[in-house]
């Protein structure tokens, strides 16, 4: 049995993406699947504060919510659009709500696609590689049984996997996995697996499976 990961394809161009949302555990998720795939993420909390990062820093493709304070996902978009230097930004809405005149607004506001939360990451994937034009590799690995070896990881890294866990650090639990994937050996397919999980947001169960370890940290 495999499960795969996604890497960007390597000689593709670097990705850049700007994540807004109001909402910090939101972001955390979509910014922690992004870095995992080698994407250079700038957060921002609302409309206005996007339009600001972006205009000192402009990114290809920024993913947009819509429902926000301050300034929302559709009025951020328009002020994107009408922006001589920001207007070739490729806009995609992430949201709840899949009213289909939601859906038209974002779309007649200058969104290019639309992405459902929760967000899945191969979708989310696809429609990077559709609008960039980048090319991103699935790589398979193999599923591991539900009773991994998971003392096979470094110590520090199981640490670090546990307090990120405990504190919902999603970003950090990344991290900390590609540490011990850099490090190979077979800790390195365990790291593989439970980055895995954490593509799927299974998070409960990589939670499970830390536990399987405490005590021998």
Do not use: W
């Amino acid at each position: 049995l495999f499960d795969t990961i996604a890497t960007v394809e390597p000689g593709s161009e670097h990705l850049r993406i700007m994540v807004v949302d109001d909402n910090a555990d939101n972001r955390q998720v979509l910014t922690g699947l992004l870095r995992s795939v080698g994407a250079e993420i700038i957060e921002a909390e609302h409309g206005a504060d996007a339009l600001g990062k972006l205009r000192l820093q402009p990114v290809p493709l920024v993913l947009m919510d819509v429902h926000m304070p301050v300034m929302n996902g559709m009025e951020a978009t328009r002020q994107i659009k009408a922006d001589p230097v920001l207007c070739n930004t490729v806009v995609i809405a992430v949201s709840a709500s899949v009213f289909p005149d939601v859906i038209e607004q974002m779309r007649a506001a200058g969104c290019v696609d639309f992405i459902n939360k929760p967000v899945h990451l191969p979708e989310l994937l696809q429609k990077i590689s559709q609008h960039l034009g980048v090319s991103l590799r699935m790589q398979a690995v193999p599923v591991m049984p539900d009773k991994i070896a998971v003392e096979l990881l470094p110590a520090d890294v199981r640490g670090v996997l546990q307090t990120a866990i405990a504190e919902g650090d999603i970003e950090a639990m990344y991290a900390a996995l590609q540490r011990a994937e850099y490090r190979g050996g077979s800790g390195a397919e365990v790291a593989r697996h439970l980055r895995a999980l954490l593509n799927k947001f299974e998070i409960e169960a990589v939670r499970d499976l830390l536990a399987q370890g405490v005590g021998r940290v």
